[in-house]
C-alpha cells in the first residue's frame, strides 16, 4: 500500500489527503519526514525504505524512495537509490550536508547515503560487522549479526560533556550483538565507540539471552540509551517425563 499522508491539524477528524505508492511487490517498512535545508534544496523530505515482500522477495524492490512533502497534499518524487532490502533508515542534517542511515538487510551493512541534492542521492560509505570490528555471539532461536534499526544524534559544539561535543553518534540496533554506537561525524569513515553485551543468563527469564537488538533510541543529553529487543520465541514448550526410568528429565 506505500505511504498514506493523513493531515491531523484536527487530530479528532483525521484525514486522509495524499498516498505514496511502493514499488510492486514491495513494502515501505520506515518512513521518516524531515526539513532540509541545503545548497542545492530546501524543503520538506519524506524518504521511505523499499522492502521486498516476503511472498515475492526475489521480485520487489530494495533501497529507498525520495520525495518533497513540502506540500503534503501534492508530493513529488524526487529520486531513488537501489541497494539490497532497506528494512529502517533515519534522517538527518549536519550542517549544510543531509544524510540518510540505512540498515540493509540484505547485504547486513549500514549505508550512509548523502542526501545534500535529494534528486541525486550519492552513497558514502556501506560497512559491516567485520569492517566496524564488531564482535558478538551468536544467540537465541534466530541467530544473526546484522543492523536492524538505526538513529543519530548531532551533539553541538558547547555540548556540557566534552566526549559528546560537536560530534555526529549512531545507534545501531545490531540483533544478536546489541547496541552499538559509532562516531560518524566523518560519514565516510565510521568509527566504533563501543558496544553492549546480553547478560547471561537473562536477569528476568534466568535462562540463556535471546539478544535481537530492535531499536535504541538515546535521550536528549546522549547519555541514556532505550533499547528494545524483538523476542521472537517469548514461550518454551518444556517436556517433563513424570514416571518411568526417565522420571524428571525435562526437554524444551
Excluded at 484525514?15 to 524543503?43: D, F, M, W
Excluded at 542511515?101 to 560497512?127: C, H, K, M, Q, W
Excluded at 558547547?158 to 566523518?186: C, E, F, Q, R
Aim: hydrophobic fraction near 35%; include cysteine.
Amino acid at each position: 500500500f506505500g505511504v498514506r499522508i493523513v493531515d491531523i491539524s484536527d487530530p479528532s477528524n483525521p484525514l486522509h489527503v495524499a498516498s505514496i505508492p511502493s514499488p510492486p511487490n514491495t513494502r515501505a517498512n520506515a518512513i521518516k519526514v524531515s526539513h532540509i535545508t541545503t545548497p542545492y534544496y530546501e524543503g520538506d523530505i519524506l524518504v521511505h525504505s523499499n522492502e521486498p515482500c516476503t511472498t515475492a522477495y526475489n521480485k520487489g524492490k530494495g533501497g529507498v524512495e525520495i520525495y518533497d512533502v513540502t506540500n503534503p497534499r501534492s508530493p513529488i518524487h524526487l529520486s531513488s537509490f537501489y541497494s539490497s532490502p532497506i528494512h529502517n533508515l533515519f534522517m538527518y542534517q549536519q550542517g549544510h550536508k543531509a544524510y540518510v542511515l540505512l540498515a540493509d538487510v540484505g547485504s547486513s551493512y549500514l549505508r550512509i547515503v548523502n542526501i545534500t541534492d535529494p534528486r541525486n542521492p550519492v552513497e558514502v560509505v556501506a560497512v559491516g560487522a567485520r569492517e566496524l570490528k564488531i564482535k558478538s555471539d551468536l544467540l537465541g532461536n534466530y541467530q544473526a549479526v546484522y543492523v536492524h534499526d538505526v538513529w543519530a544524534k548531532i551533539f553541538p559544539a558547547n555540548h556540557a560533556n566534552p566526549y559528546y561535543a560537536d560530534k555526529v553518534i549512531a545507534y545501531l540496533s545490531y540483533w544478536d550483538a546489541g547496541l552499538v554506537m559509532l562516531d560518524i561525524t566523518n560519514p565516510s569513515s565510521p568509527k566504533l565507540l563501543g558496544q553492549s553485551t546480553y547478560a547471561d543468563p537473562d536477569p528476568l527469564s534466568g535462562k540463556a539471552p535471546e539478544g535481537n537488538s530492535h531499536s535504541a533510541i538515546p535521550n536528549g543529553e546522549g547519555n541514556i540509551v532505550l533499547m528494545g529487543d524483538e523476542d521472537l520465541s517469548p514461550f518454551t514448550l518444556v517436556l517433563r517425563i513424570e514416571d518411568g526410568s526417565h522420571r524428571g528429565e525435562e526437554y524444551q
